[in-house]
């Protein structure tokens, strides 16, 4: 319970600093480019829960880490088939915000509690890092 509540504030907060970025929204990967590279990768974050994520400039200047977790699967393979179908599905553009030199966009996988985000590092975008934000957005 106090998992979801701290997903809900911190949406709710993304969703407030997205209309400060508005002007941003080109900040952010097209969500239609990422689903077109999917996520190949994934990583245990904790017993039977992984983190799907792929490294990319998705058609931007920059390089981003796109991630979707905490995915429930008995194995990696598992873990990736089932992101890449909640990836397949989602449509809305990623919401912008910025943390300290990082610019993060979230995205709406139309599920609770799980977390889809963009990161553009200020320095070299990792797997490290993906993990690092996710754990600290929980």
Same mark, same amino acid.
């Given at each position: 319970?106090?998992?979801? #509540?701290?997903?809900?504030? @911190? $949406?709710? &907060?993304? =969703?407030? /600093?997205? %209309?400060?970025?508005?002007?941003?929204?080109?900040?952010?990967?097209?969500?239609?480019?990422?689903?077109?590279?999917?996520?190949?990768?994934?990583?245990?974050?904790?017993?039977?829960?992984?983190?799907?994520?792929?490294?990319?400039?998705?058609?931007? #200047?920059?390089?981003?880490? @796109? $991630?979707? &977790?905490? =995915?429930? /699967?008995? %194995?990696?393979?598992?873990?990736?088939?089932?992101?890449?179908?909640?990836?397949?599905?989602?449509?809305?553009?990623?919401?912008?915000?910025?943390?300290?030199?990082?610019?993060?966009?979230?995205?709406?996988?139309?599920?609770?509690?799980?977390?889809?985000?963009?990161?553009?590092?200020?320095?070299?975008?990792?797997?490290?890092?993906?993990?690092?934000?996710?754990?600290?957005?929980?």
């Amino acid at each position: 319970m106090m998992f979801q #509540s701290k997903l809900a504030t @911190f $949406f709710g &907060a993304l =969703i407030l /600093a997205g %209309s400060a970025f508005a002007s941003q929204q080109g900040a952010c990967p097209d969500i239609n480019v990422i689903k077109a590279e999917g996520l190949p990768m994934a990583e245990e974050i904790g017993m039977n829960y992984y983190l799907a994520y792929n490294i990319s400039d998705y058609s931007t #200047s920059s390089v981003w880490g @796109f $991630f979707i &977790a905490p =995915i429930e /699967a008995d %194995s990696e393979e598992g873990a990736l088939e089932a992101s890449n179908e909640v990836l397949s599905m989602m449509n809305a553009p990623g919401v912008p915000h910025q943390q300290d030199e990082d610019i993060i966009c979230s995205y709406d996988t139309g599920t609770p509690n799980l977390i889809a985000a963009a990161i553009k590092d200020g320095s070299q975008i990792s797997p490290m890092k993906l993990k690092q934000y996710f754990k600290s957005a929980r």
